[in-house]
Structures are given as C-alpha cells and as structure tokens.
C-alpha cells in the first residue's frame, strides 16, 4: 500500500494502547518468573526447531502506524470505492439500517465484544435477541423451529442438503437443486456434495425433477429471476416419494407471500442481510434454517430455548448442546461451532423496531415499485413511455417473469451491455445476465425516482427528458401486483408483543440498553477463555467498518467500483502468508469451520490429482478441538483419533502405529499448534515429517496463532496449510458468536486447490473446488478491522503481542499453581498462551460448573469449561489484559478455593455453598428470608475480595443457575408468552 499518505511520526503508539501491561508490570512478572527479559522467557518457553530465522516483513509497512494514520490510509481506501444503487439482487439488497440499531448494537461494544452464549447466566440479553430472531423467521417463513443463524446463505443451503440425507437416511444419494436458485448458493452446494459421494441434479423443477430418483430438493421461493412458483404440487410430489423438500425463501418477499411452511415444506432456509444489514461486499450476514419439530435434533448450527433458573423463573440457554461437535466429533450434525450473533441480533431488532406492520408497508412499497417497473417496461415504445433507446423497439419489452416480488428479468436481444451502461451513467447498477437479458432486483431504498430512471435506462427519450415521477406512481397503483391470488399472505406473523411495544426511538434504545446490561462482555472485564483469544477490538479498528464506502458496495457490483477492497484484500493475503510463512491465502471462507473445511478439500484436489484418491483417512489427535473431525467427515475423509501421552503431547509411537496401518491411505494429519493442552510440544517437526514420508498432508489448526505470531509460523516449520481465526489473532470481535473470518493459508503446491466463486474470477484459481462461501471474498464487509490491527501493530508490535500473551499465561498459572494444580505445561514448566486448571481434585466438594457459575459473582465470565479434559478450566488471559485484571482474577479464584476448602472440612455443606448456588442475582440476596450457612455478603461480596470496587461496579446476574435438561426436556425455542416471566 503506496499511495495513501502516512505521517513521519515514529509510530508504535497504538501497540502501547493494545497491550495491557505497563513496563514496571513486565518487570514484576518477569521476575516472579525468573526471568530477566521476555526474551529469555520466549527462549525457555518456545522450542528453538520452530522459531524464525529472521523477523517477518509487511510488504508496504515500513513502521507502524499511528491511529491517525492509519484511519486517514483507511479512509483513502475507502474513497478509492465507489458505492453505487446496487439493483443486482443475487440474495444481495439495500437496505436502511434504523440508526438506533447501528449506534446501538453494530457500533456498542457491549454488543460486539461479547462471546457466545455458552454461560447463559450472563447472557440473557443477546438470548433473548436471538430468541427474537428465531421467532421472526419462525414465523415470516411458517416453519415451528428455527436455529439461531448461519454463516451465509450458501452454507445453510448446503447444510439443508445435509440435514435431509440425515433425515431419509436412505434412498439414492441423488439430490435436486432449482436451477432458479442464486448461482452462488448452488455452487457452495456443489462444493459440499461432492466429497460426500451426493449426486447434484440442477434443472427447471416443471422438466426436470424426478421425485422418485432424489433424497431430497431444493426450491427457490422466489428464484433467482424473480419468479415466484407455488411450490404444493412440487413439495407433494416430494413427500409422495419419502423426500425431503428444501426451500430457499426471501424474509421481506414473506410478508407478503405466502410462506413455504405453509406449502408444506420441511425445511426453509435464507438470508436476513435486507432486514438492516449492510450489504458489506458479501458479508458478514446472517443466515437461517428453519424446520418442523420433528427434525430439530438434525439441525445444524445454535438453537436458542427457554428453561427456567433455579428459582424457577423462566431464563434462555443454548438446547440440544450434544449436537455440538466438541461431543459428537466426527458425528456431529455440522462442522459450523459458530454463526452470525452480532448481525442476527440486527436483523431481529429490525422486526422489533418496524413491527409486523412496518414490515407488511415496506414489502408492498417494493413490491409495487416492481409491478410498476414491469408495466413500464412492458408498455416502452406506446404512448406517454420512452423510446428508441434500444433500437427503436416498439410494444414493450419481454419481462421473463410473470410473477415478481422484487426482480425482474428482461430480454433486450443485443442490447444488455448498453442497458447496463445506461443504468450505471444514472447511478444503478444492474446485473447483466447474458448479452440478451437484464435482471433488476428492487430494494426498500428504492421510490418512484428509481423506477423513473430505470424506464429512462431501458429506453430513454430521445431528448434527454426523464419521466414525470407521478408516472411512476400512477402505474404502482394500477400494475397487475406480480403475486397470484393464490400465493399472497393471510396469516399473521410477529405476533408476540416484543414486536409491536418499541415503537419510540426512547423505548428502543432503553430495550437495547436492558438487554446489553443483561450480559458480560469485554467492556465490563476480562473473557478469560481459553482457545478463544478475546483480546481488544479497538475503536480505531473498528471505525472504518460502518463508513458507506465499505458498508454500500454490492459483492458482484463492477471492479471498479471496490478498488480500495481490492487493495485491502491483496494486502491482507500477502501480510497473512508472511506472518504464517505460507505462499498463498484466501479470504472466503467466513468462519474458521469452513477454513478448515478449505484446507482439507485442497488436500483432497491434491491428492486426487496426483491419482491418490485412495488417500481418505485423516489423523486427529484425541485432543483436536471437535470441528476437525467434523470437518473431515465433510471432505470426505474417514477419521482415525491419535493419542496423546500424559504430558498432553502426540504420542509419537502412537502415530507410528497408525500410519504403519493406514499409511498407503494416510491423507492427512491434523494438528493444533501451541496444543490444544496449551503447550508448545517439541515434536512437531517429527510428526510433520513422519506425515510427509508417509505421503500425508499437515494441517495446522491456527486457533492457538495468538502465540506464534512473530515468533514462529506453520509454514515454515512442517506444515502445509492452515485456516486462521482473524476474529481471535487479528481483533475482529466476537459479535456474541459471529462474525469471524477464517483464511486458508498453505503451500504453493496446494494454491491452486483453493476457494474460486462462479460469478468473480478473481476470487481464486479456476482449479479450485468451488465456492466455500456464497460472497467471493466471505466476509469482506470486516475485513477493514485486522487491516488496521496489523498496519497499526507493524512487525514489532504483533511479535510484543505474542510475547506478551506468553508472559501473561505464564504469569496467571504461576499464581494459580499456588491454589490449583496446573494440568500440562511444557519445557520448564512453562505454558503457551493459556493454560489449564484442573479442578478434578476438588470434584467430591465442588464441580468445574460451580467454579464457574461462582466467578460470575466475581463479574467474571467462566473461562473454557471442561476442553479438552472434562473438568478442568482452560484459562487464556491475552495480551490486551492489565496486570489489574488478571491479579483481579487470579484474586477470585483464590476465593474460590478458599471456599472450597470450607466445604471439605464441613463447615459449609456440600448442597447448600457459595458454589453450588452461584450465581447469586439480586433478588436472591436482597429480598425474603435468607436460610443459608453463608451470608448474604459473603454471597454478593465474596471474602477476600476488594469489595470496594465490586460496589463501585457490582455485575448482579439476571438470573440464577440455570436447569439444562429442563430446557431440553421441555423444548421452547421461540418468544415465550410475557405472562411466563410474571413474579408473584
């Protein structure tokens, strides 16, 4: 990056900001470490055989830059995009976002540094959002269950193609998609179908479908084209024969159509980007699944339902937890272990904010704007209607859609190129079908002047003149509506009062407010969980995200419209291939899921070009984090689990066994590096090379990346590819359980196996195997966020990073070694990035869940619950941390074993404690008689605990512990009547 123009200030000031701790703090813990440098601890701790020879280079960072700089750089590249009325549609809109959901929700903290809900205590407010979310699609597409977002359109697409060989489970392994669905959605379930042996079967659903010879379809209500097609007969047909009917449904066409549920469909799926959601260049957006009752234990993603606390009140959690892939590994309904939180809770406050009739007037509005199109398109060329623009054509054009919501599709024999032209010269762009045909999808920020200019750019008066405004508003209200009778809407929907009691900016803002306060994130104290790295989003980083220039441009808008996203991703893939010390990247895949889902399907191209298609099993460590083995599953690979040896390593001699057994099989072998046990093991170049001599691939899970950077890098120390958490290393936030972004980084030889896109050459080797994400780029909308992380961190500053993210772990088992034994560490007792804490010990008197719940009364969110060894807490304190904080938390814990020592000698009993009741809300501790050994102080304020400071900014849990089995037992996953939450 050349041309935007920096300062010659002498930089590093933002890494200073970063980083939590202060010189005299490095100083102390260093020396509680024996350490007189974080060098020497780096030394002790990292092996040697792995480390860089020379310090990484930034191609175009020279220093570091300041805030200031890097904002005015960003804004530079911003100003290089030329957002423009984007009509393409392809599931893509514009959209208004109300401003109190921005400033709210997209631009609070409160709301995008939050983790996913796992402790649902301290997290009611973004469950109930969610809650809300799955209510509105519920309801919008008629369907009983919805799970609480997905990554993308596409994703959840290819997820219902699997989700319905679940279901049948037998049958031929032969599966329909509408040729009508977006070419993007069907070339990610194309990319998905093959290594899992499922035949695609894409055609015209009148001439080509044949019920008895699928599992399964996949019908698009409406279709790419705009055409809307009642789908019963279809769907009939389907069940007729034991299949399964999918359907890809548009949420804002809903309210007025009517929905697939109602048709009989079994599961629906979409996007909600139209309900306020940036169009980003693709993303991140979130996406849904719908279903019927029956099927939810075969859905993918979270599904968020209602039990009830201790005290019996109704609360929210996560249901059906043993689906999730840290359980089911290889048999786990999905590889996806996150979703789209921050931009769910959007869409749903967007339901909230309009309501069931705000919703219903903006769906007419468009749809009447597209009725008033197609007449005047229809009537070019008569009376009163512009000519001669397309050759002097006279009695209309040919709308190739008889029925519409909000697209149409134009035949203009010859003449698509200067239509398109036209229409970008008025300030539209348009989606060239092919050199005949046009297609033009209308939005809610579209009004009768867009019409006007659109009839001006399919024929325009010979003159110049435009057409009168009233024109337009005349036929909105005469045009045949484009939705036969039969398919327009009757039934309700958003009936639940939290759609229709935020009327008022007032009252909206106070119920974002409420919510926000429900829960901890990052703004209110440390998130110490481990393998997850919730380090600082900074407000610098995070500034450029909402700015038009990035938020309004289209992913299939002309190149030359996104030039500073064009700068930012090549920036981004070179900077990421040097600090991982691999030779290429992309950026699609949108989640580390499907990054691991790329890195494998390239291993998979790799082998099946070399004619080793036999090369199907992948080796997984016992202690792999459980999406590598559901993502195995889904390239197409059988998993064979490795053991670990008591220290937590890779048992070598185990892996000499397997590959002697599988070798002429072996396809790869996965590996976390630091371990998911916290250590840097020594061995990792010998597993690399035993893989390699074996004909095997490495892969590098780079969850634990936080710890290499600058100092070490998988490329250059065995493996050959990788996916990388950009929303954990390089600061794109959580978002409460999405967004994320995760690149696929690997060797040159494995380049041209990665992602490509049908509709953006660009996007990656032709040679690749598909789309991984619908968006060319996935999430390009975030991308902005570690382009700032890493141009303001600069090469000293990501190695400071690292460096200290060590020191801070070492520092934290250090303290809590005193009170808890510390389950693996590596070459002089010395830990990666984050250690464990095992609890098992004290089992007989209190559990890792009472632990816990009891650091919520501390105004701490628990760190990582029994990974990777049951009953143990994996604790990973950052580099963003103050020594305040993790003294505060090593404090707690303190306490906590204080207390636990209590009741070993009896003097509290083991079913009535701190613990075993925790969290303590303040309902409990404040009202009604108290019968407990323990004082209400000692319940609010634990003993030994600063209480001054816990008074200042006490955190009181909205609800108590609360019962997982009731909720699962007595499924509810949509709003509950108010009544429920009624105290008497």
């Not at 792995?50 to 220093?63: A, K, N, S």
């Not at 919008?140 to 596409?154: D, F, P």
């Not at 998911?676 to 004909?695: F, S």
């Amino acid at each position: 990056m050349s041309e935007p123009h920096v300062g010659t200030s002498a930089g590093g000031e933002f890494a200073s900001r970063h980083i939590g701790l202060r010189p005299d703090d490095v100083t102390a813990m260093l020396k509680r470490l024996g350490f007189s440098s974080l060098g020497d601890l780096v030394d002790a701790a990292v092996p040697a055989e792995i480390r860089i020879d020379e310090p990484i280079v930034l191609d175009g960072i020279d220093r570091p830059l300041t805030e200031t700089e890097a904002t005015a750089a960003m804004r530079w590249l911003a100003n290089a995009n030329t957002p423009v009325h984007s009509l393409i549609g392809l599931g893509y809109y514009g959209t208004l976002t109300p401003a109190v959901i921005r400033r709210s929700v997209l631009e609070n903290p409160s709301w995008y540094t939050a983790y996913t809900p796992y402790q649902p205590e301290i997290s009611q407010g973004r469950l109930e959002a969610l809650l809300n979310y799955q209510t509105m699609v519920c309801d919008l597409v008629g369907m009983e269950i919805a799970n609480s977002s997905l990554l993308c359109e596409g994703t959840a697409a290819a997820e219902a193609m699997a989700m319905a060989r679940r279901i049948t489970r037998s049958g031929p392994d032969r599966f329909f998609v509408d040729a009508d669905c977006h070419p993007q959605v069907i070339d990610v379930i194309a990319t998905r179908a093959a290594p899992l042996g499922i035949e695609l079967v894409i055609g015209d659903t009148d001439a080509d479908l044949q019920p008895a010879e699928v599992y399964g379809a996949l019908l698009a209500y409406p279709g790419s084209s705009g055409a809307i097609r009642n789908l019963q007969p279809v769907i009939e047909a389907l069940h007729g024969t034991g299949a399964i009917a999918a359907v890809t449904a548009d949420l804002l066409a809903c309210c007025v159509l009517q929905p697939p549920g109602e048709q009989g469909a079994d599961i629906v799926v979409g996007s909600s980007q139209r309900f306020g959601v940036p169009l980003g260049f693709g993303g991140p957006h979130a996406a849904f699944l719908a279903t019927s009752e029956q099927h939810r234990r075969s859905m993918p993603g979270r599904l968020v339902g209602v039990s009830v606390d201790a005290a019996g009140r109704p609360a929210y959690r996560l249901a059906l937890q043993t689906r999730e892939q840290h359980i089911r590994r290889e048999r786990a309904t999905s590889n996806i272990c996150t979703a789209q939180v921050l931009l769910a809770v959007m869409a749903s406050m967007y339901a909230v904010w309009h309501g069931p009739e705000g919703l219903a007037e903006i769906a007419g509005r468009v749809q009447r704007l597209t009725a008033a199109l197609a007449a005047g398109l229809r009537s070019i060329g008569s009376d009163g209607m512009p000519r001669g623009a397309l050759g002097g054509t006279s009695g209309g054009l040919s709308v190739r859609n008889d029925t519409f919501f909000d697209t149409l599709t134009v035949e203009v024999p010859g003449a698509a190129d200067a239509v398109v032209d036209a229409a970008r010269t008025a300030g539209f762009n348009l989606r060239r079908v092919d050199a005949d045909t046009v297609s033009v999808s209308l939005d809610e920020t579209c009004d009768e002047a867009t019409v006007a200019h659109l009839l001006d750019a399919f024929g325009a008066l010979p003159d110049g003149r435009t057409l009168d405004v009233s024109t337009v508003a005349e036929l909105a209200a005469s045009a045949p509506s484009g939705i036969a009778g039969e398919l327009a809407r009757t039934s309700e929907y958003l009936t639940h009062p939290t759609f229709h009691s935020y009327r008022s900016e007032t009252e909206m803002m106070r119920y974002l407010r409420r919510l926000a306060s429900a829960d901890v994130a990052l703004d209110r104290s440390m998130i110490p969980l481990g393998s997850c790295t919730m380090k600082l989003n900074a407000a610098a980083e995070m500034t450029p995200v909402t700015w038009p220039q990035f938020a309004d441009v289209h992913p299939f808008a002309p190149p030359d419209q996104w030039e500073g996203y064009r700068q930012i991703i090549a920036d981004l893939e070179r900077w990421l291939a040097e600090v991982t010390g691999y030779d290429a990247v992309s950026l699609q895949p949108n989640a580390g899921s499907q990054g691991e889902l790329a890195g494998l399907l390239a291993i998979r191209g790799y082998h099946d070009d070399r004619g080793d298609a036999h090369r199907t099993v992948c080796l997984i460590p016992s202690s792999a984090h459980g999406t590598n083995a559901a993502s195995a599953v889904m390239a197409g690979m059988r998993v064979v689990v490795v053991g670990c040896t008591d220290d937590g390593d890779v048992d070598l001699d185990d892996l000499d066994a397997k590959i002697a057994e599988h070798g002429d099989q072996l396809a790869a072998f996965m590996a976390t590096y630091p371990s998911t046990h916290g250590v840097y093991e020594d061995g990792i170049r010998q597993v690399c090379l035993k893989v390699h001599e074996a004909g095997g691939q490495v892969y590098v899970d780079g969850a634990n990346l936080n710890a290499l950077v600058g100092l070490a890098a998988p490329g250059t120390f065995g493996a050959d590819v990788s996916h990388l958490n950009l929303h954990k290393t390089f600061c794109i936030p959580h978002g409460g359980g999405g967004p994320g972004i995760g690149p696929v980084a690997c060797r040159l030889h494995l380049a041209k196996y990665l992602p490509n896109h049908p509709l953006v050459p660009t996007a990656g080797p032709d040679t690749g195997p598909g789309a991984i994400s619908s968006a060319p780029w996935g999430s390009a909308g975030i991308l902005p966020i570690p382009w700032m992380y890493i141009a303001m961190m600069g090469v000293e500053g990501l190695t400071q990073a690292t460096q200290t993210a060590i020191l801070s772990a070492n520092y934290l088992a250090s303290r809590l070694g005193e009170h808890f034994p510390i389950l693996y560490q590596g070459r002089y007792g010395l830990v990666a990035h984050e250690c464990i804490v095992d609890l098992r010990p004290f089992s007989d008197w209190a559990s890792v869940d009472d632990v816990a719940k009891r650091l919520i009364d501390f105004g701490f969110h628990a760190p990582t619950m029994s990974f990777p060894v049951a009953g143990t807490l994996m604790i990973e304190p950052t580099e963003s941390e103050s020594l305040a904080e993790i003294d505060r938390f090593c404090d707690a814990m303190a306490t906590i074993r204080y207390e636990i020592d209590k009741i070993a000698s009896g003097e509290w009993p083991a079913d009535d404690n701190p613990l075993v009741n925790a969290p303590h809300t303040a309902v409990d501790v404040l009202t009604g008689e108290w019968d407990h050994p323990y004082s209400r102080t000692e319940a609010a304020y634990p003993a030994g605990t600063d209480v001054a400071t816990l008074v200042a900014d006490k955190y009181w849990p909205p609800v108590s512990r609360i019962d997982g089995a009731y909720g699962d037992r007595n499924l509810m996953c949509a709003c509950p009547d108010p009544r429920a939450f009624e105290t008497s």
